[in-house]
Protein backbone atom coordinates (compact mmCIF):
# COMPACT_ATOMS: atom_id res chain seq x y z
CA UNK A 1 0.00 0.00 0.00
CA UNK A 2 1.04 3.39 -0.49
CA UNK A 3 0.54 6.36 1.42
CA UNK A 4 -1.65 8.78 -0.68
CA UNK A 5 -2.05 11.27 2.02
CA UNK A 6 1.15 12.33 4.67
CA UNK A 7 2.20 14.77 6.91
CA UNK A 8 3.63 17.97 4.87
CA UNK A 9 7.48 18.51 5.86
CA UNK A 10 6.77 22.20 6.11
CA UNK A 11 4.95 21.52 9.21
CA UNK A 12 6.45 20.04 12.03
CA UNK A 13 4.63 17.35 13.94
CA UNK A 14 3.78 18.88 17.40
CA UNK A 15 0.53 19.40 18.79
CA UNK A 16 -0.47 22.47 18.24
CA UNK A 17 -2.73 24.73 21.00
CA UNK A 18 -5.56 25.21 19.18
CA UNK A 19 -9.25 24.68 20.31
CA UNK A 20 -10.55 20.89 19.04
CA UNK A 21 -12.08 21.61 15.56
CA UNK A 22 -10.28 25.15 14.78
CA UNK A 23 -9.61 25.94 11.62
CA UNK A 24 -6.47 27.84 12.11
CA UNK A 25 -5.21 24.13 11.83
CA UNK A 26 -6.38 23.37 8.18
CA UNK A 27 -5.18 26.67 7.01
CA UNK A 28 -1.75 25.55 8.31
CA UNK A 29 -1.87 22.30 6.91
CA UNK A 30 -3.21 23.29 3.26
CA UNK A 31 -0.15 26.90 3.40
CA UNK A 32 2.30 23.97 4.16
CA UNK A 33 1.45 21.90 1.59
CA UNK A 34 1.47 24.18 -0.92
CA UNK A 35 5.18 25.19 0.17
CA UNK A 36 6.08 21.67 -0.39
CA UNK A 37 4.22 21.53 -3.43
CA UNK A 38 6.11 24.62 -4.88
CA UNK A 39 9.25 23.56 -3.81
CA UNK A 40 9.45 26.99 -2.12
CA UNK A 41 10.56 25.75 1.63
CA UNK A 42 14.49 26.92 1.12
CA UNK A 43 13.08 30.62 0.16
CA UNK A 44 9.82 31.29 1.90
CA UNK A 45 9.41 33.50 4.73
CA UNK A 46 6.62 33.50 6.89
CA UNK A 47 5.20 36.55 8.78
CA UNK A 48 2.76 35.30 11.90
CA UNK A 49 -0.07 38.11 13.34
CA UNK A 50 -0.72 38.62 17.05
CA UNK A 51 -4.15 36.49 18.00
CA UNK A 52 -4.64 32.97 18.07
CA UNK A 53 -2.10 32.34 15.36
CA UNK A 54 0.48 34.28 17.17
CA UNK A 55 2.83 31.32 17.66
CA UNK A 56 2.19 29.63 13.89
CA UNK A 57 6.39 29.74 13.51
CA UNK A 58 6.52 26.93 15.79
CA UNK A 59 4.32 25.22 13.96
CA UNK A 60 5.74 25.95 10.54
CA UNK A 61 9.12 24.43 9.50
CA UNK A 62 10.30 27.08 7.50
CA UNK A 63 11.25 30.86 8.36
CA UNK A 64 8.78 32.97 9.95
CA UNK A 65 8.98 36.35 11.86
CA UNK A 66 6.74 37.78 14.05
CA UNK A 67 4.94 41.14 13.63
CA UNK A 68 3.00 43.13 16.50
CA UNK A 69 -0.45 43.50 16.27
CA UNK A 70 -1.87 44.50 13.01
CA UNK A 71 1.56 45.26 11.42
CA UNK A 72 2.39 42.10 9.31
CA UNK A 73 2.31 43.41 6.38
CA UNK A 74 4.18 46.06 7.17
CA UNK A 75 6.55 44.28 8.60
CA UNK A 76 6.47 41.55 5.24
CA UNK A 77 6.88 44.93 2.67
CA UNK A 78 10.47 45.48 4.98
CA UNK A 79 11.47 41.78 4.41
CA UNK A 80 10.21 41.97 0.64
CA UNK A 81 12.21 45.11 -0.54
CA UNK A 82 15.09 44.22 1.40
CA UNK A 83 15.12 40.31 0.06
CA UNK A 84 13.16 40.34 -3.38
CA UNK A 85 14.55 36.67 -4.36
CA UNK A 86 12.38 35.48 -1.07
CA UNK A 87 8.93 34.39 -0.74
CA UNK A 88 6.48 36.25 1.67
CA UNK A 89 3.20 36.00 3.15
CA UNK A 90 1.83 36.70 6.31
CA UNK A 91 -0.81 34.99 7.71
CA UNK A 92 -3.19 36.99 9.97
CA UNK A 93 -6.35 37.31 11.40
CA UNK A 94 -9.93 39.39 11.32
CA UNK A 95 -8.62 41.01 14.33
CA UNK A 96 -5.63 41.42 13.47
CA UNK A 97 -5.49 42.17 9.20
CA UNK A 98 -9.20 43.96 9.15
CA UNK A 99 -9.41 46.06 12.93
CA UNK A 100 -6.02 47.08 13.73
CA UNK A 101 -4.11 47.26 11.54
CA UNK A 102 -6.68 47.71 8.39
CA UNK A 103 -3.99 50.99 7.71
CA UNK A 104 -1.54 48.92 7.11
CA UNK A 105 -3.46 46.55 4.79
CA UNK A 106 -4.90 48.94 2.37
CA UNK A 107 -1.63 51.00 1.84
CA UNK A 108 0.38 47.54 1.37
CA UNK A 109 -2.12 46.62 -1.01
CA UNK A 110 -2.65 49.58 -2.72
CA UNK A 111 1.18 49.66 -3.37
CA UNK A 112 0.72 46.91 -4.70
CA UNK A 113 3.56 45.00 -2.96
CA UNK A 114 4.43 41.64 -4.46
CA UNK A 115 2.91 39.85 -1.23
CA UNK A 116 0.58 37.11 -0.13
CA UNK A 117 -1.83 37.76 2.84
CA UNK A 118 -3.65 35.01 3.78
CA UNK A 119 -7.04 36.13 6.02
CA UNK A 120 -8.43 34.02 8.58
CA UNK A 121 -11.93 34.93 8.97
CA UNK A 122 -13.60 33.87 11.85
CA UNK A 123 -16.04 36.67 12.76
CA UNK A 124 -14.53 37.22 16.22
CA UNK A 125 -11.58 38.14 18.11
CA UNK A 126 -10.77 34.27 19.75
CA UNK A 127 -7.27 34.79 21.29
CA UNK A 128 -8.48 37.51 23.81
CA UNK A 129 -11.86 35.60 24.97
CA UNK A 130 -14.71 35.82 21.66
CA UNK A 131 -15.01 39.85 22.18
CA UNK A 132 -17.01 41.27 18.40
CA UNK A 133 -14.66 41.45 15.59
CA UNK A 134 -15.44 44.10 12.58
CA UNK A 135 -16.52 41.00 10.53
CA UNK A 136 -19.00 39.56 13.18
CA UNK A 137 -22.42 38.75 11.49
CA UNK A 138 -25.38 41.29 12.48
CA UNK A 139 -27.33 39.45 15.38
CA UNK A 140 -24.26 37.53 16.53
CA UNK A 141 -23.96 37.05 20.15
CA UNK A 142 -20.44 37.56 21.65
CA UNK A 143 -18.63 38.60 24.79
CA UNK A 144 -18.94 42.61 24.24
CA UNK A 145 -22.48 42.09 22.23
CA UNK A 146 -24.11 39.86 24.47
CA UNK A 147 -27.69 40.45 22.99
CA UNK A 148 -26.48 40.37 18.99
CA UNK A 149 -24.71 42.47 17.45
CA UNK A 150 -27.11 45.53 15.93
CA UNK A 151 -26.21 47.48 13.15
CA UNK A 152 -27.18 50.99 14.19
CA UNK A 153 -24.92 50.91 17.19
CA UNK A 154 -22.35 48.41 15.86
CA UNK A 155 -21.91 48.90 12.59
CA UNK A 156 -22.26 46.26 9.55
CA UNK A 157 -19.69 43.82 9.05
CA UNK A 158 -16.89 44.98 7.28
CA UNK A 159 -15.75 43.04 4.00
CA UNK A 160 -12.14 43.69 3.75
CA UNK A 161 -11.82 41.70 0.57
CA UNK A 162 -14.57 43.61 -1.85
CA UNK A 163 -12.40 47.05 -0.27
CA UNK A 164 -9.12 45.80 -0.93
CA UNK A 165 -10.65 44.38 -4.76
CA UNK A 166 -11.50 48.12 -5.62
CA UNK A 167 -7.41 48.75 -5.55
CA UNK A 168 -5.28 48.53 -8.65
CA UNK A 169 -2.80 47.09 -7.11
CA UNK A 170 -4.90 43.97 -5.88
CA UNK A 171 -4.18 41.50 -8.47
CA UNK A 172 -5.68 38.82 -6.90
CA UNK A 173 -8.66 38.10 -4.08
CA UNK A 174 -10.60 35.16 -3.28
CA UNK A 175 -12.98 34.68 -0.42
CA UNK A 176 -12.89 30.64 0.38
CA UNK A 177 -14.27 28.26 3.59
CA UNK A 178 -13.31 25.30 5.31
CA UNK A 179 -16.78 23.82 6.00
CA UNK A 180 -16.16 20.62 3.63
CA UNK A 181 -13.53 18.39 2.47
CA UNK A 182 -14.71 19.39 -0.99
CA UNK A 183 -14.01 23.26 0.11
CA UNK A 184 -10.91 22.95 1.66
CA UNK A 185 -9.40 21.38 -1.64
CA UNK A 186 -10.55 24.80 -2.85
CA UNK A 187 -9.01 26.54 -0.18
CA UNK A 188 -5.66 24.69 -1.02
CA UNK A 189 -6.26 25.97 -4.81
CA UNK A 190 -6.59 29.45 -3.95
CA UNK A 191 -3.60 29.95 -1.62
CA UNK A 192 -1.52 28.03 -4.30
CA UNK A 193 -2.89 30.40 -6.57
CA UNK A 194 -1.69 33.53 -4.34
CA UNK A 195 2.05 32.04 -4.05
CA UNK A 196 2.13 31.87 -7.68
CA UNK A 197 1.12 34.93 -8.20
CA UNK A 198 3.96 36.18 -6.02
CA UNK A 199 6.78 34.10 -7.81
CA UNK A 200 5.46 35.42 -10.69
CA UNK A 201 5.75 39.34 -9.92
CA UNK A 202 2.21 40.04 -10.67
CA UNK A 203 1.40 41.92 -7.31
CA UNK A 204 -0.55 41.63 -3.95
CA UNK A 205 -2.67 38.64 -3.96
CA UNK A 206 -5.14 37.93 -0.70
CA UNK A 207 -7.15 34.52 0.18
CA UNK A 208 -9.75 35.17 2.45
CA UNK A 209 -10.55 31.71 4.36
CA UNK A 210 -13.67 31.83 6.38
CA UNK A 211 -12.78 29.26 9.25
CA UNK A 212 -14.44 27.68 12.46
CA UNK A 213 -14.02 29.14 15.91
CA UNK A 214 -16.15 26.36 17.68
CA UNK A 215 -15.17 27.39 21.07
CA UNK A 216 -16.61 31.01 21.23
CA UNK A 217 -19.33 30.15 18.67
CA UNK A 218 -20.47 27.90 21.72
CA UNK A 219 -21.27 25.11 19.01
CA UNK A 220 -19.87 21.89 18.61
CA UNK A 221 -16.91 21.75 15.62
CA UNK A 222 -19.49 20.21 13.61
CA UNK A 223 -21.94 22.35 14.39
CA UNK A 224 -19.83 25.10 13.75
CA UNK A 225 -18.73 24.09 10.15
CA UNK A 226 -22.95 23.30 9.49
CA UNK A 227 -22.98 27.65 10.66
CA UNK A 228 -20.56 28.45 8.08
CA UNK A 229 -22.15 26.60 5.54
CA UNK A 230 -25.52 28.68 6.38
CA UNK A 231 -25.21 31.56 8.06
CA UNK A 232 -21.56 33.46 7.43
CA UNK A 233 -21.56 32.53 4.13
CA UNK A 234 -25.04 34.24 3.02
CA UNK A 235 -23.33 37.79 4.13
CA UNK A 236 -19.64 36.73 2.84
CA UNK A 237 -20.15 35.11 -0.28
CA UNK A 238 -17.27 32.50 -1.70
CA UNK A 239 -15.67 32.65 -4.95
CA UNK A 240 -12.67 35.00 -6.40
CA UNK A 241 -13.81 38.69 -5.99
CA UNK A 242 -10.44 39.64 -8.41
CA UNK B 1 -8.02 -1.88 -0.08
CA UNK B 2 -7.05 1.29 2.00
CA UNK B 3 -6.72 2.42 5.50
CA UNK B 4 -5.70 5.41 7.68
CA UNK B 5 -3.34 5.54 10.27
CA UNK B 6 -4.26 8.01 13.26
CA UNK B 7 -1.72 9.71 15.61
CA UNK B 8 -3.34 9.58 18.77
CA UNK B 9 -1.44 11.33 20.75
CA UNK B 10 -2.13 14.30 18.85
CA UNK B 11 -5.98 13.48 18.50
CA UNK B 12 -7.99 16.14 19.92
CA UNK B 13 -11.12 14.92 19.47
CA UNK B 14 -12.83 16.91 17.54
CA UNK B 15 -14.90 14.35 15.91
CA UNK B 16 -14.78 15.84 12.14
CA UNK B 17 -13.19 12.71 10.78
CA UNK B 18 -16.52 10.71 12.41
CA UNK B 19 -19.03 13.32 10.70
CA UNK B 20 -17.21 13.18 7.31
CA UNK B 21 -16.27 9.79 7.12
CA UNK B 22 -18.65 8.34 4.40
CA UNK B 23 -18.66 4.77 5.48
CA UNK B 24 -18.92 5.44 9.49
CA UNK B 25 -15.56 3.81 9.94
CA UNK B 26 -14.12 6.49 12.37
CA UNK B 27 -15.76 6.09 15.72
CA UNK B 28 -14.91 7.83 19.03
CA UNK B 29 -12.92 5.39 21.03
CA UNK B 30 -13.26 5.03 25.14
CA UNK B 31 -9.29 5.04 25.63
CA UNK B 32 -8.00 8.04 26.56
CA UNK B 33 -4.40 9.85 25.42
CA UNK B 34 -1.75 11.22 27.22
CA UNK B 35 -3.40 14.44 27.27
CA UNK B 36 -7.09 12.69 28.71
CA UNK B 37 -9.01 13.14 25.41
CA UNK B 38 -10.99 10.49 23.95
CA UNK B 39 -8.91 9.60 20.52
CA UNK B 40 -11.01 8.67 17.29
CA UNK B 41 -10.42 4.71 16.52
CA UNK B 42 -10.56 3.66 13.04
CA UNK B 43 -12.32 0.19 12.59
CA UNK B 44 -12.72 -1.12 9.05
CA UNK B 45 -13.84 -5.47 9.21
CA UNK B 46 -14.92 -5.26 6.22
CA UNK B 47 -12.53 -3.41 3.93
CA UNK B 48 -14.93 -1.19 3.44
CA UNK B 49 -12.40 2.29 3.34
CA UNK B 50 -11.83 3.80 -0.08
CA UNK B 51 -9.55 5.92 1.05
CA UNK B 52 -11.24 8.76 -0.26
CA UNK B 53 -9.40 11.17 2.24
CA UNK B 54 -11.86 13.31 3.71
CA UNK B 55 -11.43 12.41 6.60
CA UNK B 56 -7.16 13.40 6.27
CA UNK B 57 -8.32 16.81 4.41
CA UNK B 58 -10.94 18.21 7.37
CA UNK B 59 -8.51 17.05 10.29
CA UNK B 60 -7.48 20.72 11.79
CA UNK B 61 -4.44 18.92 13.50
CA UNK B 62 -2.99 16.85 10.55
CA UNK B 63 -2.74 13.26 12.26
CA UNK B 64 -4.40 10.98 9.44
CA UNK B 65 -2.73 9.52 7.21
CA UNK B 66 -4.24 7.39 4.51
CA UNK B 67 -2.56 4.81 2.26
CA UNK B 68 -4.45 2.94 -0.40
Known amino acids: MKKIFKHPQSLRKVSTHYCAGCGHGIAHRLIAEVVDELNIREKVIGVAPVGCAVVAYDYWNFDCCEAAHGRALAVATGIKRCRPQNIVFTYQGDGDLAAIGTNETIHAANRGENLTAIFINNAVYGMTGGQMAPTTLIGQKTATTPYGREANYHGWPLKISEILALLKGVVYVERVSLHAPLEVLKAKRAIKQAFFNQIEKRGFSLVEILSPCPTYWQMSPKEALDWIKEVMTKEFPLGRIK | ?68
Not at chain 2, 22 to 40: D, S, W
Not at chain 2, 44 to 57: H, S, T
Open chain 2, 1 to 68: MAKIKIDKERCKGCLLCVNFCPHGLVKKGFQLNKRGINYVEFLDKDNACLGCMQCAIICPDACIEVYR
